[in-house]
């Protein structure tokens, strides 16, 4: 795995969040000598996420909205970062369906501000530096809408987006796109299936689960639980975000995948078939699964083929499903207070996104 003690500086937006904080610790672990962190630090920001690599020399953290793109330019100018990841934005379905507003402001101007800062900034770069630079637009399979039983999503796949969420992420990539077409800004555009593992907000499926069964309360599952995702490793996820900035190449497209394909239903009975292993109460967590209505427009299934990121980044999911989640389930048990302070202000576990459904005992699936 490339060390990156001579990758100059990195930026990444969004750092405050579950991935974008992954990516920070990672880099960090790699040996990258300096990242910024950038976060508007929305409900969904939390800086305890950052507290290992925030208090270290080679760490910045600028409390900034994407969408201020004189405060965005004067960061980029002052750092001079080599690399940029750009994380940003408002990532729950359910709320997307309460309030598509935020997400369009947040993902699709808030992502045509950063293009239009990172161009500005290019284009004052001398020769060498502009042309090490990357930008590393992160993005997610939902884009690519929703498959039956059978096939996989490829980078050729034609947009076909069907929340408020994934829509708002597609004009997000189109910006993306339209900026390497027209000005030349060396982008490129990865798209990851379901994450998973430490920091993840609790509103979703996850650690809404679990924190729920820790509580003894009823554990929602949406519609008849057969929606199927592709569970992906956020370590897994972070090293694929690296290895598009160091082999990447503009303009292209890359997905990745943990190959980890299960139903809503059996994930959920795994994670709790865990925390019966991990932390015994004498009663079976499983049972406290309960079936609620389905999300309006569910998409029913997402895979994806990630052959292009293993043959042209070298990349591959590391992290074996069940060992993943086993470390899961443990660093949110080690970490409780976590989860509680974080569910004790901001958000209750309550359901959303009930917009045409009745509501049930609360709670819902994540990006995805
Ligand atoms: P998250 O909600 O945990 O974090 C998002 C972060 O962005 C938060 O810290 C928030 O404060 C910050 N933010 C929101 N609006 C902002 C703005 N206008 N300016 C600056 N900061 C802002 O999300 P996540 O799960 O870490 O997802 C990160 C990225 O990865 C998103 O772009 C998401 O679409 C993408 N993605 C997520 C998944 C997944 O399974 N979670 C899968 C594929 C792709």
């Not at 809503?264 to 015994?280: D, I, Q």
């Amino acid at each position: 795995m490339d060390r990156l003690s001579r990758l100059g500086t990195v930026l990444v937006t969004g750092a405050a969040g579950f991935i974008g904080s992954a990516l920070v610790r990672r880099l960090k672990a790699r040996g990258a000598p300096r990242v910024v962190s950038l976060d508007a630090l929305t409900y969904a920001g939390d800086l305890s996420r950052l507290e290992e690599a925030g208090g270290e020399p080679g760490h910045r953290f600028a409390q900034l909205d994407v969408r201020d793109l004189d405060g965005v330019l004067a960061l980029l100018r002052e750092e001079r970062p080599t690399v940029v990841f750009h994380l940003a934005a408002e990532t729950h379905v359910d709320r997307s369906i309460d309030g598509p507003e935020a997400f369009v402001q947040a993902n699709v101007v808030g992502t045509a501000r950063l293009m239009e800062a990172l161009r500005r900034y290019r284009d004052e770069l001398p020769a060498g530096e502009r042309e090490r630079l990357r930008v590393v637009n992160v993005s997610t399979d939902e884009v690519y809408g929703s498959l039956g039983p059978e096939g996989v999503f490829t980078e050729s796949t034609p947009y076909d987006p069907r929340s408020p969420y994934s829509a708002s992420k597609a004009g997000a990539d189109h910006m993306a796109s339209a900026y390497f077409h027209t000005y030349g800004l060396p982008v490129l555009t990865t798209h990851a299936t379901n994450n998973y593992g430490p920091y993840q907000f609790p509103e979703k499926l996850l650690p809404l689960a679990l924190g729920k069964a820790l509580r003894g309360e009823p554990v929602p599952l949406y519609g008849t639980g057969e929606n199927v995702r592709d569970w992906l490793h956020v370590d897994d996820h972070a090293d694929g975000l690296i290895a598009a900035a160091l082999r990447g190449r503009p303009g292209e497209t890359y997905l990745f995948g943990g190959g980890n394909e299960r139903s809503n239903r059996s994930v959920l009975e795994a994670l709790l078939g865990t925390l019966n292993e991990l932390a015994p109460t004498g009663r079976d967590h499983r049972e406290l699964i309960t079936l609620v209505p389905d999300r309006p427009g569910h998409d029913f299934r997402y895979a994806v083929d990630t052959a292009k990121a293993r043959r042209e980044l070298g990349w591959r999911p590391v992290v074996p499903f069940e060992q993943g989640l086993r470390d899961t389930v443990a660093w949110y048990l080690e970490h409780r207070d976590w989860l509680d302070s974080v569910t004790r202000g901001r958000y209750r576990l309550e359901r959303l996104g009930t917009v045409g459904v009745a509501p049930g005992p609360g709670g819902g699936e994540g990006t995805a």
